[in-house]
């Protein structure tokens, strides 16, 4: 099925200006400019965006921040072996999947920190990257609500992903 999705996608594009007596061919190019401009725009905050996640992880800071906040962790019953999860991903997708994937190799993806690292990937985003993306995409430079409210949504969906997973395993 997948296969035909981008087939089908541009003959129905195709129909559909053949329909209005439009020329398929430079509205397809002008889509695609459209398409390169925006990535032009956005490449520097992404260049930014990994070269800070990764200047964290190297020199330990991640580790020492998720070691200072696994207390706060503890009590709200996230389990603490995750702290570094939490504070890593709202920054970056991949580093979190890089850390949600060691944390199932050393603990197993049938253990409760596995199943919780499961669901935390799962019902939570990379609010930075997102905001960044989005924002930059369509100019909005002023972040003042969005950011305490994205990461309060992200906090409880950490939250929720504990307690489903203790109240379901």
């Known amino acids: 099925m997948t296969d035909y ?54 020199s330990g800071a991640v580790e020492a921040i998720s070691e200072f906040c696994a207390p706060v962790f503890s009590f709200f019953g996230i389990p603490p072996e995750t702290a570094i999860l939490v504070l890593i991903r709202p920054i970056s997708g991949s580093a979190a999947l890089a850390v949600g994937a060691d944390l199932m190799a050393n603990y197993g993806v049938n253990s409760t920190i596995g199943r919780t690292v499961a669901v935390m990937l799962g019902s939570t985003e990379t609010t930075f990257y997102t905001i ?34 203790r109240w379901l395993f």
Not at 16 to 39: C, F, I, M, P
Not at 136 to 154: C, E, M, N, S, V
């Open 5 to 58: 999705i981008v087939p089908v996608l541009l003959l129905a594009a195709s129909c559909v200006a053949l329909r209005k007596q439009e020329n398929t061919y430079d509205l397809l190019l002008s889509g695609a400019e459209e398409g390169l401009k925006l990535l032009l725009h956005l490449i520097p905050t992404l260049i930014l965006l990994l070269t800070a996640v990764t200047m964290l992880r190297a």
């Open 132 to 165: 960044s993306v989005y924002f930059g995409a369509a100019g909005i430079r002023k972040t003042r609500y969005t950011i305490p409210a994205a990461l309060f949504a992200d906090f409880i969906g950490f939250f929720m992903a504990s307690l489903t997973v």
